[in-house]
């Protein structure tokens, strides 16, 4: 199997030793650390995010996963940063304010960065006045709302007033967690929602004018 197929295959099984060995083979070898990034880890995640879609895989299979790509992309960051290749889009996530859940969100950060996105990651807890903020200084495209508790789904829906009242045009608003539904995303005027973290990629890629 060529490297960046092995590559593929490592991060999809969650392999991070072999994860790490072949990124640094393949980097000794001459491929560019952006081709690693495209055409090996980021499959990889794709296939993590549609296995879990089907119920294949669960939420422990799909951390290890992303963990073995954080520690090839530990390796690869600085050479891409070097190399002034930047991630095409930025993405803003959160829990909303009164919401301290972050597991869900937390995958959704991980497989977005996966797909290649900038993603900067406000904590829980956030109030709609830090993602307006945040997504003006980091001239956000997408911004992900998580809430878990049907108590903060008010939140959300004032967080998505405020972010709309900001006139970002950019900046699309994407939402998720438990108790939200597609219903409730359209009656608070979010953008987008997804169910789970492997149609947020295919959600958020969407909202971008890209194939999902
Ligand atoms: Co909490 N909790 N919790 N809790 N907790 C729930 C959510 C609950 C359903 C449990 C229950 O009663 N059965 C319930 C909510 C009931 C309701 O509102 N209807 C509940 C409650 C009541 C509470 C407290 C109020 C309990 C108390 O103190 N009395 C309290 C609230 C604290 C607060 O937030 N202010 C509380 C606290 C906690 C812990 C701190 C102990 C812990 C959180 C730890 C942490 O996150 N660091 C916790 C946990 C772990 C849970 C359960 C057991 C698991 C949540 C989880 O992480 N799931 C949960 C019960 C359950 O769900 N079975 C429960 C795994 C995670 C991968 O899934 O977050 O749904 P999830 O994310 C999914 C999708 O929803 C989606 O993709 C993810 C991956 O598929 N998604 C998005 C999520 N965000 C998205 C954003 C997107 C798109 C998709 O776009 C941007």
Redesign the pocket.
Known sequence: MPLLSELTAAVAAGKRADTVRITEELLAAGTGPQAIVEEGLVPGMAIVGDQ?KRNEIF?PEMLVAARAMKEALKLLEPLLASAGIKPKYTAV?GTVQ????????N??SMMWRGANFAVVDLGTNVPPERYVAAAKEHNANVI???A????TMPAMKETVRQLKAAGLTNAKV??????ITQAFADEIGADGY????GS?VDIAKKLMGEAA
């Open positions: 879990f939420v996530i009164g919401d301290l859940h972050d597991i869900g969100k995958l959704i992900g709302l998580s878990l508790l049907t108590t994407m939402v998720g967690g438990a108790p997804a169910a789970d973290a947020a």
